[in-house]
């Protein structure tokens, strides 16, 4: 059965790749209060019939369509950023790491995929102190997963042994070079130490890495690392699940740990589909990150590279944003230009950003007066190789699913469900 998703009033898009040639890759531009979770992500949520990772900023989006995906066949599942302790299930990022049997390796390139979620290039024009200490947490996890048995393959084992640096770790490093010379864990930590002739400069980066690992060592996320009952991304690309992660619009201290699940959630499903015939999910995903890059310090690593990659494999994300400078922050201008060029549909809702209404204006052809004060319920559509198009923004309580949101039902309509005509049915 073909499956839409919905725009804007009137404005709906297949989600079959094959027949439109388009990816279903969107982004979503507009401020606080401009309709990006009324007028897209959940309308989208209930037209579902794919997979869903979804951003829950402020948890509200379970607890309204939760009970509605369940009715539909979904498995959903939460992960809580903001009360760890309390969590409903697990997230171990070490879990994540492949281990090569024929090698009889871990996976390098995870390893270091986790260090660059927590050691985020900050300071563009000087990163070598992000880099050095990117080197060192890349050693510590290695050892980790190489040397300790399975139940402490966490990051807090990885702090633990950041506080023995200088003296019992560098013990620990030089028997394992005896014993595995090719450990991953040594070369890392060989060409650290090639690098950190100067005590100075050792105590930098320690400092700089401790306190990167600060946020992700306490008892709460203990808890999640250890929770019984772990996420596994694979099965959202095996059957219907919706994944809700909650995380904070005020506390940004996990923003780097949410970054990491995001990372690893699209690497887990591109290598799920490379294992199928024909390199395709069985159920397509699709990553709907809200507050996408509110954190100028923390960003997904690669996405601009994943993104490019994701639609043949029946992946796709859909962006959503405050404004573009918003995006130039954490990605930098050639980064946020290849996340926005593989975004096949842009959906712009208003606001006040001046940056993001010349681009703005210039897509659409108009002046950037004409976009800056376009009335409140307006909206720029653009998709790729079709005219743009200014629309109305979707009015939720006209989709056939509102009356199931738990919250709104006393404002729900009344005896038969309401279906405009341009709607595609859904299939129960």
């Not at 994701?310 to 859909?318: L, P, Q």
């Amino acid at each position: 059965m073909e499956t839409y998703r919905i725009l804007a009033q009137g404005q709906t898009v297949s989600n079959d790749t094959w027949a439109t040639g388009l990816n279903n890759n969107d982004l979503i531009i507009g401020p606080s209060g401009a309709g990006k979770t009324r007028g897209y992500v959940l309308p989208n949520i209930l037209q579902a019939s794919e997979s869903l990772i979804v951003t829950d900023t402020k948890g509200t989006l379970r607890q309204q369509a939760g009970a509605v995906l369940e009715r539909n066949g979904y498995t959903v599942r939460e992960i809580d950023l903001t009360d760890c302790l309390r969590s409903p299930c697990g997230y171990n990022p070490l879990r994540y790491v492949r281990y090569d049997e024929q090698r009889d390796r871990w996976n390098e390139q995870d390893i270091r995929t986790i260090a660059a979620a927590v050691v985020p290039v900050e300071n563009h024009r000087d990163p070598f102190w992000e880099y050095a200490a990117r080197m060192v947490l890349e050693s510590l996890i290695g050892y980790v997963l190489e040397c300790l048995p399975a139940n402490e393959h966490t990051l807090i084992s990885a702090a633990k042994l950041l506080a023995e640096m200088g003296g019992l770790f560098e013990r620990l490093m030089l028997e394992l070079a005896e014993l595995d010379p090719d450990s991953f864990a040594v070369s890392r930590y060989k060409l650290y130490k090639s690098m950190s002739k100067a005590e100075k400069m050792y105590a930098s980066v320690q400092g700089v890495l401790a306190e990167k690992l600060s946020g992700l060592t306490f008892d709460g996320v203990s808890a999640l690392y250890n929770h019984p009952k772990q996420l596994d991304f694979v099965d959202a690309g095996w059957e219907k699940t919706a994944v809700f992660l909650h995380i904070s619009d005020t506390d940004r201290s996990m923003d780097c740990l949410a970054a990491l699940f995001y990372a690893q959630a699209l690497q887990a499903l591109c290598d799920f589909a490379d294992l199928g015939p024909d390199n395709r999910l069985k159920v397509p995903v699709r990553l709907i990150l809200d507050d996408f890059a509110a954190a100028a310090d923390s960003c997904i690593p690669d996405f601009d590279k994943i993104t490019s990659v994701i639609r043949s494999r029946e992946i796709s994300v859909s962006v959503i944003l405050q404004s573009l400078s918003q995006l130039e922050a954490s990605y930098g201008h050639a980064r946020a230009m290849t996340i926005i060029n593989n975004c096949d549909h842009l959906l712009y809702l208003g606001g006040q950003d001046v940056e993001t209404a010349r681009y703005i204006s210039t897509k659409a052809n108009k002046s950037i007066n004409t976009v800056l004060n376009m009335p409140l319920d307006a909206a720029w559509l653009f998709t790729r190789g079709q005219e743009p198009k200014q629309v109305q923004k979707y009015d939720l309580s006209q989709h056939p699913r509102y009356h199931g949101l738990s919250h709104e039902r006393e404002i729900a309509v009344s005896g038969k469900e309401h279906e405009p005509d341009w709607l595609p049915r859904l299939g129960e």
